[in-house]
């Protein structure tokens, strides 16, 4: 962590958010393999991104995840939905949620990128189902 950021309310508040999204283990993951090269991008989006607008008060974590979630599915980040479909274990976002997010995201985004993030939401819903299974 940058010095700058560190001692921010801020950043503090940033990365108890996403620490509270994302879970402590990737949030120490990130932490941990971040270098000099890409810790003051990990600084900004844990400022900007957690601190700025995830924890802003008038939404829920869940309403900012179904958000979320639809943004990166229009963008097609890949990666990006396939974390944020995890973190809804944090959020609150149900599965009927991520449906009707996705269905809105083939009307005002496209078919192809609502059918390729649910090709995604269905891997990951597998994944965690197995999880959960083998607890």
Known sequence: MSD????????????ATRRAVLGEDHVERAQQTSTDFDRPFQDLITEA???????????TKRE???????????????????????????????????CETLLHVAIYAGVPAANHAIKI??????????????R
Not at 4 to 15: D, L, T, V
Not at 121 to 134: I, R, Y
């Open 4 to 15: 700058a950021f560190a001692h921010s309310a801020r950043y503090r508040q940033g990365i």
């Open 64 to 98: 900012r995840s179904i958000v979320t979630i639809a943004l990166l599915a229009a963008l097609g980040q890949d990666e990006e939905v396939a974390m944020h479909v995890r973190a809804t274990a944090n959020t609150g976002a149900t599965r009927e949620d991520i």
């Open 49 to 59: 991104a957690w601190g700025h607008v995830w924890s802003r008060p008038g939404w």
């Open 121 to 134: 939401v269905k891997q990951v819903f597998g994944e965690m189902d197995a999880s959960t299974a083998s």
